[in-house]
T-cell receptor, first 111, second 114 residues
Framework: KQEVTQIPAALSVPEGENLVLNCSFT??????LQWFRQDPGKGLTSLLL?????REQTSGRLNASLDKSSGRSTLYIAASQPGDSATYLC??????????FGTGTRLQVFP | DGGITQSPKYLFRKEGQNVTLSCEQN?????MYWYRQDPGQGLRLIYY???????QKGDIAEGYSVSREKKESFPLTVTSAQKNPTAFYLC?????????????FGSGTQLSVL
């Protein structure tokens, strides 16, 4: 059974720092991996989708990498800003055709 | 503006009562989904629909029911059989259920038990 883990559960950093969020999954047979952002009491916004054949995707200050063989993905946020404060979730689309979500990393960027 | 609208934002259920959560989308998406989010847990799939008049159970369908009479609408009913309904409910849609299609989410409904 696919399990998705995100470490750390919470992170607090000063503005301007570069940071890395981690996502690991137990079964490497995935079709893709997505990173989402969730603001408090709100829905999820898709940030990046990496297909299984890809190694990374970039959007602005965000860069997501995927290493299927080791069951890991990282979300790199450059030059963090207070507006980046949110919960970040990763989800893998596994071979049962379902999205399996991690529990998220709650990020706070303080001025 | 195109998007997914969930209502109400907050909902309270009395014991033994059925309640219905609304989800409407104007994105012309074929696929729609209902997820439940509990504190400290990942999202769990309740039901999904790939096309009008068709839907499938997800991982935690017991105590819930859905309908898909129109492409734009996918309401979720939380029945009295659901003994622990307090959670944040999220509706999502995608163009189709192709595995590489992004999901678009509504802003959620917080359901609490009185």
């Amino acid at each position: 059974k696919q399990e998705v883990t995100q470490i750390p559960a919470a992170l607090s950093v000063p503005e301007g720092e570069n940071l890395v969020l981690n996502c690991s999954f137990t079964d490497s047979a995935i079709y893709n991996l997505q990173w989402f952002r969730q603001d408090p009491g709100k829905g999820l916004t898709s940030l990046l989708l990496i297909q299984s054949s890809q190694r990374e995707q970039t959007s602005g200050r965000l860069n997501a990498s995927l290493d299927k063989s080791s069951g890991r993905s990282t979300l790199y946020i450059a030059a963090s800003q207070p507006g980046d404060s949110a919960t970040y979730l990763c989800a893998v689309h596994d071979n049962t055709d379902k999205l399996i979500f991690g529990t998220g990393t709650r990020l706070q960027v303080f001025p | 503006d195109g998007g997914i609208t969930q209502s109400p934002k907050y909902l309270f259920r009395k014991e033994g009562q059925n309640v219905t959560l609304s989800c409407e989308q104007n994105l012309n998406h074929d696929a729609m989904y209902w997820y439940r989010q509990d504190p400290g847990q990942g999202l769990r799939l309740i039901y999904y629909s790939q096309i009008v008049n068709d839907f499938q159970k997800g991982d935690i369908a017991e105590g819930y029911s859905v309908s898909r009479e129109k492409k734009e609408s996918f309401p979720l009913t939380v029945t009295s059989a659901q003994k622990n309904p307090t959670a944040f409910y999220l509706c999502a849609s995608s163009i189709r259920t192709d595995i590489n299609e992004k999901l678009f989410f509504g802003s959620g409904t917080q359901l609490s038990v009185l």
